[in-house]
């Protein structure tokens, strides 16, 4: 694997760590699309950090879990 994916992939996932972030807000972050974000971090980060990749594994079942009412909320917000 190329040495700049690997570290633009470690600098993702330390991002969604810290901040407890989603795909979107990374993607928008590090200015690359919603679907390179998910690949770095679902399929290239296992290989590169196991136990990285576990952080973010919970982190995003968080926000799978969260995101209808992060929807309802947004739709809300718009027709108020």
């Known amino acids: ?44 980060l296992k290989k590169i950090n196991k136990e990285l990749y576990i952080k973010i594994r919970e982190i995003l079942d968080i926000n799978k879990a969260e995101r209808h009412l992060r929807g309802g909320e947004a739709t809300k917000k718009k027709y108020k």
Do not use: L, P, W
């Open 1 to 44: 694997m190329n040495k700049d994916i690997e570290e633009r992939t470690a600098q993702i996932a330390e991002y969604i760590v810290e901040y407890k972030s989603t795909v979107r807000a990374a993607a928008k972050k590090f200015g690359i699309s919603k679907s390179t974000v998910h690949k770095d971090i679902t399929e290239r």
